[in-house]
């Protein structure tokens, strides 16, 4: 599962930067750090299987967070605005 959410969410996050002339690094730091996270959990959730299988649902944690994750990111790009602070007139 996890061969599916890492391209998405390295995808997602390269799309919600903008245009930048130093480059996309602050993007690709981002996507790398919401991997590990998602390894991070999903690893937690197969150790808690091991020992009880009857927390099997655990072992989905992780894969569905990064989905989760993935889909707000697109979201975000699709949107940048939900980003951004409104600002007032007066």
Partial sequence: ????VAPLIGFAALLVG???RFGVWRQ???AIAALILVQMLTQAGQGAVQGDE???PLAYVGPAFGLLLAIGLLLI???PMLLKWRR???
């Fill in 54 to 56: 009857s927390k099997w």
């Fill in 88 to 90: 007032r007139r007066t």
């Fill in 1 to 4: 599962m996890n061969g599916l």
């Fill in 18 to 20: 903008g245009f930048s």
């Fill in 28 to 30: 690709i730091m981002g």
């Fill in 77 to 79: 790009a699709d949107r």
